[in-house]
């Protein structure tokens, strides 16, 4: 699924903080992302959107967790050739952090496919050499084994568990300083709305915040003052 420009650009604005309060407000509690920070400098201070293309790993077992299995027609090297650009690669490793799921090599093709971003529960290894690449990368560290010393690699485009998240194929991922959240398919185009109103009203109560008034009545606004906020935002 290709994402729709302008919810892009609206989640863009849109902090992964502001986006679990409104999916808590739909019941939506599970979808953020236990583990993944930004670990790359191309990470950190930026915020990033784009439709989930999910990988998957389960434990390593010994005949199929082999470094030929790097070659073989299911594996991250054949998944990373059907990503789309614009998407973000989310990857369950289990929280499996002594195994790095991707190293600078994958992470560099990662750019020329014009991937977004790389979130996982795991880690990355050939960290420099990461870095290098400009992949932001989401994750919880770096290790030095490759994948199959931990992990075997079972496929993509399935429902994954990241971070004790269901993520499907497609659901928008957004991430920034606070983590990575999983916005439901279903849900992105109210959250891309809700977002946007939500950013202003707190941008307005923060203003009042700084003018030295009281928090009770204010966050979250009664009906005076969100009677004020509309009297003065819609001028």
């Given amino acids: 699924m290709a994402l729709d420009p302008g919810i892009r650009a609206k989640l863009e604005k849109i902090t992964t903080a502001t986006i679990t309060t409104l999916l808590l407000k739909k019941g939506l509690r599970n979808i953020w992302m236990r583990g993944p920070q930004p670990f790359t400098p191309a990470a950190k201070g930026r915020r990033m959107v784009g439709p989930a293309f999910t990988l998957r790993f389960v434990p390593a077992r010994e005949d ?19 990503m789309p650009e614009g998407c973000i690669a989310v990857a369950d490793a289990m929280g499996v952090t002594d195994a790095g799921i991707f190293g600078d090599i994958l ?17 990355v290894r050939d960290v420099a050499g990461v870095v290098g690449t400009g992949m932001p990368v989401w994750c919880r560290g770096g290790a030095a ?36 959240v999983c916005i439901p398919a279903a849900f992105v185009a109210e959250v891309a ?43």
């Fill in 107 to 123: 992470c560099a093709r990662l750019v020329k496919r014009g991937v977004t971003a790389l979130v996982t529960d795991g880690a």
């Fill in 145 to 180: 084994p490759p994948s199959v010393a931990g992990l075997t690699f079972t496929g993509w485009q399935e429902p994954i568990g990241c971070g004790g998240v269901a993520v499907f194929p497609d659901d928008v991922i957004v991430v920034d300083d606070d983590g990575a």
């Fill in 64 to 82: 199929l967790a082999t470094p030929e299995s790097w070659s073989s027609p299911r594996s991250t090297r054949a998944a990373i050739e059907d």
């Fill in 193 to 235: 709305a809700g977002g946007e109103e939500q950013e202003r009203l707190e941008a307005w109560i923060v203003g009042k915040v700084e003018a030295g008034e009281k928090l009770p009545g204010l966050y979250p606004p009664n009906a005076e003052n969100k009677a004020r906020y509309e009297a003065e935002t819609r001028k």
